[in-house]
């Protein structure tokens, strides 16, 4: 602070800076993690990065049913949306720190909003 009580405003954007740094930190990791889902106890796992790109899905050949499609498909999906929510839950846990500079705070001590 300065003494007339104002925030330093160099002081408040090298933090803003940093703030920055760390954020693209976060989510250049995010990018390259890869998570796996799965469905079926195991019987279809789907891989993907953290940023959602599917990578690999591997299916089990008893699944492999001519005659019974619907469920063979309903794993695949089943084993995308379980990779997909631990890719959330890995941005969510990755971005947490700045989740404060959203929606209330700026994230930046010394400046309300």
Do not use: C, W
């Amino acid at each position: 602070m300065q003494p007339d009580g104002a925030p330093d405003m160099q002081a408040i954007i090298q933090q803003a800076q940093a703030m920055q740094q760390q954020l693209m930190e976060a989510q250049e990791k995010i990018a390259a993690t890869e998570v796996e889902g799965q469905a079926g106890g195991g019987l279809v796992t789907a891989k993907i990065t953290g940023t959602g790109e599917i990578i690999d899905i591997t299916i089990d050949p008893k699944v492999v049913d001519p005659d019974d499609v619907e469920t063979l498909q309903d794993l695949v999906v089943g084993a995308i949306r379980d990779a997909s929510q631990n890719a959330q839950s890995l941005a969510a846990d990755a971005l947490g720190p700045f989740a404060s500079g959203m929606g209330g705070g700026s994230g930046i001590p010394g400046l309300p909003f």
